[in-house]
Antibody, heavy 120, light 109 residues
Framework: QVQLVQSGAEVKKPGASVKVSCKASGYTFTSYGISWVRQAPGQGLEWMGWISAYNGNTNYAQKLQGRVTMTTDTSTSTAYMELRSLRSDDTAVYYC?????????????WGQGTLVTVSS | SYVLTQPPSVSVAPGKTARITCGGNNIGSKSVHWYQQKPGQAPVLVVYDDSDRPSGIPERFSGSNSGNTATLTISRVEAGDEADYYCQVWDSSSDHPGVFGGGTKLTVL
């Protein structure tokens, strides 16, 4: 079955960086894009950006431009999201999700989520 | 960027029908997707392309989209349907294509 498995929880200090991994299985990795979505405690879903697993093209949310980098390793079917210069308001659960659809795009399935806590 | 507006909460008795709305400017011209999220779990797709259901999603879940409002309808509501529900569109003409509504908490009375 199609599955995305993410790396474990992280605790970081303000100003540090975090890199979250998302390992895909059950489908041809390069045939779909991956989006990253985060959810602050008690809040809604926030789209962070996407990466094409086919050619590595990316599109980042403007508010994260300059701090986020999304990459893929096709040899291991793994996507990565790195966020730098962490602040307390980056504390959130970070999800990866496979992009599906052509004209429109939806997300299915999602990874289990990775809690990133930013605290001094 | 495109804005989607959902009511913060909807309450319904078991066995009744719940309707969760998602408002946006001329949203009827876009494809709307819906996710269910239970506490401590990742979101799960329940409706895509306005009204299609992924395999494994009960027929009780349906969707519609017209004008400025898309609607997720849950018929014969069960206690297990209590969750947060999010609508989503992909605004390909925008530099911020991935857009979610603020979410609606469905409470089963």
């Amino acid at each position: 079955q199609v599955q995305l498995v993410q790396s474990g929880a992280e605790v970081k200090k303000p100003g540090a960086s975090v890199k979250v991994s998302c390992k895909a299985s059950g489908y041809t990795f390069t045939s779909y894009g991956i989006s990253w979505v985060r959810q602050a405690p008690g809040q809604g879903l926030e789209w962070m950006g996407w990466i094409s697993a086919y050619n590595g093209n990316t599109n980042y949310a403007q508010k994260l431009q300059g701090r986020v980098t999304m990459t893929t390793d096709t040899s291991t079917s793994t996507a990565y999201m790195e966020l730098r210069s962490l602040r307390s308001d980056d504390t959130a659960v970070y999800y990866c999700a496979r992009e599906v659809g052509s004209g429109s795009v939806w997300f299915d399935p999602w990874g289990q989520g990775t809690l990133v806590t930013v605290s001094s | 960027s495109y804005v989607l507006t959902q009511p913060p909460s909807v309450s319904v008795a078991p066995g009744k029908t719940a309707r969760i709305t998602c408002g946006g400017n001329n949203i009827g011209s876009k494809s709307v997707h819906w996710y269910q999220q239970k506490p401590g779990q990742a979101p799960v797709l329940v409706v895509y392309d306005d009204s299609d259901r992924p395999s494994g999603i009960p027929e009780r879940f349906s969707g519609s989209n017209s004008g400025n409002t898309a609607t997720l309808t849950i018929s014969r509501v069960e206690a297990g349907d209590e969750a947060d529900y999010y609508c989503q569109v992909w605004d390909s003409s925008s530099d911020h294509p991935g857009v979610f509504g603020g979410g609606t908490k469905l409470t089963v009375l």
